[in-house]
């Protein structure tokens, strides 16, 4: 089984959401996946220019010739593939959405209605690989992982994972939260071996996933004192 993530980080391997896919997908190597981790900032993927060409004049290929050609054939190798984002004004990344636009190709131009009313696009290939989500926060709550939430509502995904207090996990120094977030990588892992052996992750997991990592009044103390040090070490830099 092929497993791929198309990471929308512009921090790419130094990203938050790295470090939440890298335990998911180890999980899943560990029960026999072949993994892939793509950093779409390292690549050259133009934003779909809205030509229709891959409907008409070349159906099925976009007339742009950089990396989303390999990114394609990439994601309809594997039997499940992952989108990792971090919250940018409350969604994904431009870089994921520049990705999933990119996708259309993979969509013929006749519209279909399915039988709740619901109109589509019909699919040009047989077999579409599953989908999951990552998505991390910067802010403490719930609310700004809202409207991602609204898009899997309207795409079935096999897991989904909301990591609230994201940069959090860029501080392993601040040890009081070591072992919390040492526990939270340990369950993703276990929901990439889930994923492989079952095609789904079991509730109590999903359930360890979205535990607290540290209380909302902390984090906001952490993040304030964080963002004064930064501010009075760059006045004395100056
Ligand atoms: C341009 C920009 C917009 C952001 N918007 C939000 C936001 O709407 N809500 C939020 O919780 N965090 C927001 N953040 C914070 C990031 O989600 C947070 O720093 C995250 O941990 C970064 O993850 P990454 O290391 O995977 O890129 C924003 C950050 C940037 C740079």
Excluded at 124 to 152: E, H, W, Y
Aim: hydrophobic share 35%; aromatic share 10%.
């Amino acid at each position: 089984m092929k497993i791929t993530v198309f990471n929308g980080s512009p921090r790419g391997i130094e990203s938050n959401s790295h470090r939440i896919v890298k335990p998911l997908l180890e999980g899943a190597a560990k029960a026999g996946a072949n993994v892939q981790e793509i950093f779409l900032v390292d690549h050259n993927i133009q934003h779909c220019r809205g030509c229709f060409n891959c409907w008409d004049k070349t159906p099925g290929k976009c007339t742009i010739n950089d990396d989303m050609t390999d990114m394609i054939s990439l994601y309809l190798e594997s039997e499940i593939i992952g989108l990792a984002t971090p919250v940018y004004n409350m969604y994904m990344t431009g870089l994921l959405k520049n990705f999933t636009d990119r996708l259309l190709p993979l969509a013929t131009p006749h519209i279909q209605v399915s039988e709740e009313g619901e109109f589509y696009h019909e699919g040009r290939v047989n077999s579409f690989p599953s989908q999951f989500m990552i998505a991390n926060s910067g802010f403490p709550g719930d609310n700004n992982f809202k409207i991602i939430q609204a898009l899997t509502s309207l795409q079935p995904m096999v897991l989904e994972v909301y990591r609230n207090c994201g940069e959090l996990l860029a501080q392993p120094e601040y040890d009081k939260y070591k072992k919390r977030v040492e526990d939270f990588y340990s369950e993703l892992s276990k929901a990439g071996k889930e994923l492989v052996n079952n095609g789904y992750v079991s509730d109590e997991i999903v359930e360890n996933i979205h535990k607290e990592l540290i209380s909302d009044k902390d984090y906001m103390n952490l993040g304030n004192q964080y963002w004064d040090d930064e501010l009075e070490k760059n006045k004395k830099g100056n």
